[in-house]
């Protein structure tokens, strides 16, 4: 069965300083993997997705991820964070059941505190 | 614009009691999914839809039910409330096969339930 691990629970970053969230899949086929971010009160917002192609995928309010087959890995960065960026990510593999349609199964989340 | 919304946002009930949660997308979205959200778990499939009449179970099913009578909503019932049942809900849609977006899910904003 598909899962995904996301180890770090919370992690703290100053303003300005640079990000990386880790994402880890057990998944036997093809991957189609995303990070989604749920900022305080709000339901969850695609940030970025991978299908196939390019390894490095480039998604909204700056951020990138990068897909790494032999590592099962697909983790999330950010090169300079803003103190809006304190939410809780979530990284998700999508598998898809029959012809119909698709499941998403969610890593725990990590959660994101950015200091002054 | 299309979306998804999710009534009521806030509900306290009674141990016993049925509740449905209502769930709403304007996205002419085939599939439908409610995960509950609870803190270490991420996000945890109870039932989803890939159209009218279709039901299946996801992972954490027990004492919930849902029902798919057209396209645009998917109500989610708790039968006899338990005080485990205390959780955020979040309804999602994502579209049919053979779109761009098909593997990606849109969600609303949540329904927070306190059962006591």
């Known amino acids: 069965a598909q899962s995904v691990t996301q180890p770090d629970i919370h992690i703290t970053v100053s303003e300005g300083a640079s990000l990386e969230l880790r994402c880890n899949y057990s998944?036997?086929?093809?991957?189609?993997l995303f990070w989604y971010v749920q900022s305080p009160g709000q339901g969850l917002q695609l940030l970025l997705k991978?299908?196939?192609?390019?390894?490095l995928v480039q998604g909204i309010k700056g951020f990138e991820a990068e897909f790494k087959r032999s590592q099962s890995s697909f983790n999330l960065r950010k090169p300079s964070v803003h103190w809006s960026d304190a939410a809780e990510y979530f990284c998700?593999?999508?598998?898809?059941?029959?012809?119909?349609?698709?499941?998403?199964?969610f890593g725990g989340g990590t959660r994101v505190l950015v200091k002054p | 614009d299309a979306e998804i919304t999710q009534s009521p946002r806030h509900k306290i009930t009674e141990t016993g009691r049925q509740v449905t949660l209502a769930c709403h997308q304007t996205?002419?979205?085939?599939?439908m999914f409610w995960y509950r959200q609870d803190l270490g778990h991420g996000l945890r499939l109870i039932h989803y839809?890939?159209?009218?009449?279709?039901?299946n179970k996801g992972e954490v099913s027990d004492g919930y039910s849902v029902s798919r009578s057209n396209t645009e909503d998917l109500p989610l019932t708790l039968e006899s409330a338990a005080s485990s049942q205390t959780s955020v809900y979040f309804c999602?849609?994502?579209?049919?096969?053979?779109?761009?977006?098909?593997?990606?899910?849109?969600f609303g904003p949540g329904t927070r339930l306190t059962v006591l």
């Open positions: 998700a593999v999508a598998t898809v059941i029959k012809a119909a349609g698709n499941k998403l199964t």
């Open positions: 996205w002419n979205h085939n599939n």
């Open positions: 998944y036997g086929a093809t991957p189609y």
């Open positions: 999602a849609s994502s579209p049919t096969p053979g779109t761009s977006t098909y593997n990606e899910q849109f």
């Open positions: 839809s890939y159209g009218v009449q279709d039901t």
């Open positions: 991978y299908f196939s192609g390019d390894t």
